[in-house]
């Protein structure tokens, strides 16, 4: 076992130096020799790997053994075990990890990595079917940048691995070929790559890109669009494809030799229309880069006549404006480069053309307005604006002929039932066109042809029916014009079954809008009009009884009617046109026409007719709701106050009282009064004044009381006053309403005494305790709350806080004792400060010395501790409610102080006042004495 053993080491050695040169020029088949003898420590690893030269584990262990070893003896060990186990996956991929690291910092041109490299192949012979075997060699051929070697080792891999496998040599190969920048060579890998992997064709796409190959590009993206089961890895949808293959094309058409661009470019416009735009732009940028500029102006031509939003149009034709913009830029500038060596003739013709393509601009800019309006009407060819807005540019580019032909198409397109907006008002223009031409017989065709039309809306028909009659109107065709009136308002046949509603919807005996001609209210009133201007009065007054028996008449037509009437003095007539006009409608509609009614027929005939008046009024006052009956009353009242009876004035006022509104019942109210004083005397406004305080609001309650209480003291009735006020007092908070109480307190000053002074301010501070008290109340107890829990966070925290680890039950018992011995020390200063605050009052009762002991009392508490926590809730809430309790107590006492002091103060000015008013023998002061 010591013995030295000899052995035979393989020309790979890293410390083969020269050796090696000899070893790569017999194709690494030269040994060199030399002798390794085993340590001591080796021994035992040694016999165990000669009994068990099979065993995977000792050489391991022995390997293991052997780390800090030099290389060249691992590498040794290394090989010795590979010659009894070429088979072991581990040793092999252990050995070559190893020899890989040995040459690490290197040059890539030394020696030693071919050396590592005939490993490689001597471990593949093996372990070829071995994946990580391959992927760590072709690294370690990248790093070597032996380009050649490591494509043919990749194609070596790809041979020997199963298909299963290649996912792990197939990223690296494309990786590879991507960075050592040969394209040619890099697209024959992509190819054959996509055989396996079809879905990375779209990062050959951007390596095409990228490296300029824009043909086999566009082939690749034509193939993905065209191909339907086609799943993006980078999440394009095909829209995108779509986009990239068009941005391809037309950008570098001289590149493209296998794809027909034009018809691309046109199925894309078909399919995506929400980019026509953007296609056709492209499709005219294609032509414009091969230089054949009359095929783009076709394009943008085609483009802007097929386009059907604004957006697209706005897109081709700034593309197309800005394409002659450059054209024009670029042949001034060869113009001026050239005018030097030209003759005349050349010139002449440069110039012809220049102009040319500047009157192809201007022309260009002249039409954007009707190319506007083209895309419109191709969105809604039923759009009435659009197609007036067309004629309106014809017609200020005063072409007669392409207004006459704008018109014509627009009458021809438009559907009635599908137009938007109001197709009458295209043919009332294009009649008035004529007619302002002079041709007023071709103007009454058009509008004849107009009414024959079945528009959607009986508006639409009467108001061209408007129009027409308007026309000869101004022509002072009025014999004509009334004749029409009457043709348009005759009713058709099936018009009694649209009377008894038999038909109720328009749009069942379909929607013929004839049928429902007659019934036009805007028809009707201008026939009436022109009735009025050149009929009879007798015609005129048929057509507004026609007006009113088909129940189409407004409240105005009814009082228009009526004042019609009058005008021809038939004032029974002009009343019995308000009687049906109140039977056609109800409140809040009659009420003009009610108001117009009882103002002609008093001012007609005054008090000859008042029993019929009052039936009116009475009519109109049960028919009209309480808010609009206030005007009825008052005018009821005059009509009384004029023609009747005063107390059936007085009657109606009481009943308006009762009736209108809570709004209106005060102003009613203080009429009613006014007009009572004013017939019946002053003393008569009392029980009025007294039902107004039992029916009023409490807001209209304190005027109402001032002025009844103004009243007694006008009538010398002081004590009735006094009650008054102090009824009134109940209403009115001292601080919101301070005037009331300034006048209660100059009528005491006036006419009372010390006592009824007194009384007032006691009811004045009684009303406000009524008023505080509510609020107080809320305040307190929120301001409680707050203290409350603001207290017991502190106390937690407090807690947590003194609560050491090392804390003695002797030391939390005089702990709690503090804490409940602080509110018993609170009490006894507020209690100090009560009889200090006592002591100062000088109406105060004396207690003595008796009280003092209660100070000296003293009281053992309880520990916390015993209670827990509920002692500390209890405790602050205590000490809460007894500190919110003597804050009250302390506020209402001082202002019970400055009250009295008040009213010392005013008793003081009172009683000077009283003591003048008894040496001056005033009536009011002797009233108060007795």
Known sequence: ???????????????????????????????????????????????????????????????????????????????????????????????????????????????????????????????????????????????????????????????????????????????????????????????????????????????????????????????VVENDRFVSKQGKNKHQFWMQLCDVVSKHPKDITGLKVDAILRSGIRRFTDEVGRLWTALAEFYIRLAHFEKARDVFEEGMETVTTVRDFSMIWDAYSKFEDQLLSARLQALQQGAEDADEETQAEDNADFNLRVARYEDLIARQPLLINSVLLRQNPHNVYQWVNRVNIYKEMKDVTMVVKTYTEALKTIDPQKATGKPHLLWASFARYYDASGDHEAACNIFERGLQQNFKYVDDLSSLWCDYIETEIRHKNFDKARSLCQKATTAPRGAAALKRGLIKSRDADAGDVHKWLHRSLKLWLLYADLE??????????????????????????????????????????????????????????SLPIWLCYLTKFVARYGGRKLERARDLYEQVIEQAPPKDSAVFYVMYGALEEEYGLARHAMAVYDRAARNVTEADRYRMYLLYIARAGEYFGVAKTREIYEKALERLP??????????????????????????IYAHAAQYCDPKADPGFWHVWREFEVEHGNSDTFREMLRVRRSVQAAFNTQVNVASLEMAVATQLATQQQAAAAGAAAKRPSGITMEQLEQQAKQEDAAPKRVKQEQAKKAVEFT?????????????????????????????????????????????????????????????????????EGVGGALARMRRGGGRGGKQSHE
């Open 839 to 907: 002591a100062a009052n000088p109406e105060a009762v004396e207690l003595g010395d008796e009280a003092a002991p209660l100070q000296e009392v003293e009281e053992r508490a309880v520990p916390a501790a015993v209670f827990g926590s509920l002692s500390l809730a209890e405790g602050t809430l205590q000490r809460v409610r007894a500190a919110a309790v003597a804050e009250r107590e302390a506020a209402g006492a001082e202002a019970d102080e400055r009250e009295r002091e008040a009213e010392d103060e005013q008793e």
């Open 532 to 589: 009025e201007s050149f009929g009879t009065f007798q015609t005129t007054k048929a057509v507004y009884e026609r007006v009113l028996d088909l129940h189409i008449a407004t409240p105005q037509v009814v009082i228009n009617f009526a004042a019609f009437l009058e005008e021809h003095s038939f004032f029974e007539e002009s009343f019995r046109a308000y009687e049906r006009g109140v039977a056609l409608f109800a409140f809040p509609h």
């Open 1 to 223: 076992r010591r013995g030295r053993m000899a052995a035979a080491v393989a020309a790979d050695d890293t410390n083969a130096g020269a050796a090696a040169a000899a070893a790569a020029a017999t194709n690494n088949k030269s040994v060199v020799a030399f002798t390794y003898i085993p340590e001591e420590e080796d021994l035992p690893y040694e016999e165990d790997v000669l009994r068990n030269s099979y065993s995977l584990k000792s050489w391991l262990r022995f390997l293991e053994f052997k780390q800090q070893a030099p290389a060249r003896i691992r590498n040794l060990i290394y090989e010795r075990a590979l010659r009894e186990l070429p088979g072991s996956y581990k040793l092999w991929f252990a050995y070559l990890r190893s020899r890989v690291q040995q040459v690490r910092g290197k040059c890539i041109d030394d020696p030693a990595y071919e050396v590592v490299n005939n490993t490689f192949e001597r471990a593949l012979v093996f372990m070829h079917k071995m994946p990580r075997i391959w992927v760590e060699y072709v690294k370690f051929l990248v790093d070597q940048r032996r380009i050649t070697r490591t494509r043919r080792t990749f194609d070596r891999a790809l041979q020997a691995l199963p298909v299963m496998q290649h996912t792990m040599m197939w990223p690296l190969y494309v990786k590879w070929i991507k960075e050592i920048g040969i394209p040619l060579t890099a697209m024959r890998v992509y190819r054959r790559y996509l055989q396996i992997e079809p879905e990375a064709v779209e990062d050959y796409i951007d390596y095409l890109i990228n490296e300029g190959f824009f043909n086999e590009a566009a082939l690749r993206l034509a193939q």
């Open 698 to 723: 409490e807001k209209y309650s304190r005027p109402v009381c001032l002025r009844f209480a103004a009243l007694e003291r006008r009538l010398g009735e002081v004590d009735r006053a006094r009650a």
